[in-house]
T-cell receptor, first 113, second 112 residues
Framework: RKEVEQDPGPFNVPEGATVAFNCTYS??????FFWYRQDCRKEPKLLMS???SGNEDGRFTAQLNRASQYISLLIRDSKLSDSATYLC??????????????FGSGTRLSIRP | DVKVTQSSRYLVKRTGEKVFLECVQD?????MFWYRQDPGLGLRLIYF???????EKGDIPEGYSVSREKKERFSLILESASTNQTSMYLC???????????FGPGTRLTVL
């Protein structure tokens, strides 16, 4: 089983739609969770961190479910500019106990007019 | 503003050549990472470093080595480049207190 798994998509939805992505992780000891956005031919950039209580940033809502070991991202009222690949990321402790970040393979989202 | 820079955006090398990819960050971060990104496989961790001269293998370290002689600089070395190392290489840094990663623009390496 992969350490972090995402549905690769692509998701193709009309402008204004609500879309949700899930990401599962295997290590129950993970403490930090993130969603990154990656535009075509660009580097990933942090979209939002995911907190235990859930958090919202404008049209974006992130949730964490520790019992089932998944995180989710909800995008409401989607815009054309939301078209991108969305990567979830989870921290894990290495052998040195230093924290490393493992990424999912990404979910491609395409918003159509 | 946070900045991670990589030495080249595009690089073309021949099989068997030794290749150096350099990454520099200006945020005084303790942690630095090297990933490769391939279609359908996402970002895969090659190596990371949590302090000067300290390193740990990631998920796919075979064929690679790293060097961190100074806090701001993390180098990825391909001792003898092979065609299956053709990929996009991304460097990132983070503070251990926060874990948020900041990425460089990437180096697209082609090995012929």
């Amino acid at each position: 089983r992969k350490e972090v798994e995402q549905d690769p998509g692509p998701f193709n939805v009309p402008e204004g739609a609500t879309v949700a992505f899930n990401c599962t992780y295997s290590n129950s000891a993970s403490q930090s969770f993130f969603w990154y956005r990656q535009d075509c031919r660009k580097e990933p950039k942090l979209l939002m961190s995911v907190y235990s209580s859930g958090n919202e940033d404008g049209r974006f809502t992130a949730q964490l479910n520790r019992a089932s070991q998944y995180i989710s991202l909800l995008i409401r009222d989607s815009k054309l500019s939301d078209s991108a690949t969305y990567l979830c990321a989870v921290n894990m402790r290495g052998y040195s106990s230093a924290s490393k970040i493992i990424f999912g393979s990404g979910t491609r989202l395409s918003i159509r007019p | 503003d946070v900045k991670v820079t990589q030495s080249s955006r595009y690089l073309v090398k021949r099989t068997g050549e030794k290749v150096f990819l350099e990454c520099v960050q200006d945020m005084d971060h303790e942690n630095m990472f090297w990933y490769r990104q391939d279609p359908g496989l996402g970002l895969r961790l090659i190596y990371f470093s949590y302090d000067v001269k300290m390193k740990e293998k990631g998920d796919i370290p075979e064929g690679y080595s790293v060097s961190r002689e100074k806090k701001e600089r993390f180098s990825l070395i391909l001792e003898s480049a092979s065609t299956n190392q053709t990929s996009m290489y991304l460097c990132a840094s983070s503070s251990p207190a926060v874990d948020t990663q900041y990425f460089g623009p990437g180096t697209r390496l082609t090995v012929l």
